[in-house]
């Protein structure tokens, strides 16, 4: 069964950093493009970029390229989101997610919750 | 960007009922659109990709269907586990972008 847990969400302050994981199992990890994408508390859905499945490659929302940064680390199935400088818009519940190959994210992590608030 | 607009926000429908979602690109999209549930919990699922074809285990009742700018979903006999969040993504051009959502009630 492929099962995606993201962690390290919580409340932050304006203008800190903060690294989501994602553990990913039920599949071979390394075979995978990963995404992430976020929803607002006003239900919109964004995508916020993905990586290759050999970590070679990432590709970005341009509104987020400047803070957000994608990895993955292949060797633990893990993948990361690794947030700077966020500001209030940042609110959101963050989904880790499998990407096929039309680009169709496949599966879904249950979501992890940032709150950007002073 | 590419502008998904999705149509209407919420719908109330009744068990049984035919109901139809629509999805409009800011510009042509080549069926690249994938269509998605979220249920209550929060849970999120895909049932259609590149416009009409249905995820694996998604019910016969799901259908998509378009092309151009014009994509939609039909659910043909509504369930009450089909009373959910729905939207649409298009993958023609980066950055991947979806549609605003379409929130099924039960009327």
């Known amino acids: 069964e492929v099962q995606l847990v993201e962690s390290g969400g919580g409340l932050v302050q304006p203008g800190a950093s903060l690294k989501l994981s994602c553990v990913a199992s039920g599949f071979t990890f390394s075979d995978y493009w990963m995404s992430w994408v976020r929803q607002t508390p006003g239900k919109t859905m964004e995508w916020i970029g993905d990586?290759?499945?050999?970590?070679?490659?990432?590709n970005y929302a341009p509104s987020l390229k400047n803070r957000f940064t994608i990895s993955r680390d292949n060797a633990k199935s893990t993948l990361y989101l690794q947030m700077s400088n966020v500001r209030s818009e940042d609110t959101a519940t963050y989904y880790c997610?499998?990407?096929?190959?039309?680009?169709?994210?496949?599966?879904w992590g249950q979501g992890v919750m940032v709150t950007v608030s002073s | 960007d590419i502008q998904m607009t999705q149509t209407p926000s919420s719908m109330p429908a009744s068990l049984g009922e035919r109901v139809t979602i629509s999805c409009r690109a800011s510009q042509g999209i080549s069926n690249y659109l994938n269509w998605y549930q979220q249920k209550p919990d929060g849970t999120i699922k895909p049932l259609i990709y590149y416009t009409s074809n249905l995820q694996s285990g998604v019910p016969s009742r799901f259908s998509g269907s378009g092309s151009g700018t014009d994509y939609s979903l039909t659910i043909s006999s509504l369930e009450p586990e089909d009373f959910a969040m729905y939207y649409c993504?298009?993958?023609?051009?980066?950055?991947?972008?979806f549609g605003s959502g379409t929130k099924l009630e039960i009327k």
């Open positions: 997610t499998r990407t096929d190959n039309n680009y169709c994210f496949d599966y």
């Open positions: 993504q298009q993958y023609d051009s980066s950055p991947l972008t």
């Open positions: 990586i290759k499945y050999d970590g070679s490659y990432t």
